[in-house]
Nanobody, 119 residues
């Protein structure tokens, strides 16, 4: 069964850091691309970062310069390093993966992980 499992969320003070992980499991050959989204309380889900198999990255303006997306291909895991966190970064964070298996390509969401930035 192909799935994405996120971890690393929690409570952090403003100015602090967290690193989220999104691990792809199952018979994965490669990660074609992985996105991170977030959904603040009472708001719509929004795109924040993307990394492709070639290593290209893209960020939303709201996180550019503070968040860094990276990949460990050996572990089929994508990370989101979040620095200089602000209260407005409080949200449920989701990864969305485009995953290659021997037979088909999967596009699926992780279950989400809560990030709360508060003093």
């Amino acid at each position: 069964q192909v799935q994405l499992v996120e971890s690393g969320g929690g409570l952090v003070q403003p100015g602090g850091s967290l690193r989220l992980s999104c691990a792809a499991s199952g018979n994965i050959l490669s990660i074609n691309a992985m996105d991170w989204y977030r959904q603040p309380p009472g708001k719509q889900r929004e795109f924040i970062a993307r990394i492709t198999a070639g290593g290209s990255t893209r960020y939303s303006d709201s996180v550019k310069g503070r968040f860094t997306i990276s990949t460990d291909n050996a572990k089929n895991t994508v990370y989101l390093q979040m620095d200089s966190l602000k209260p407005e970064d409080t949200a449920v964070y989701y990864c969305y993966g485009d995953l290659r298996t021997p037979r088909v390509t999967y596009k699926l969401w992780g279950q989400g992980t809560q990030v709360t930035v508060s003093s």
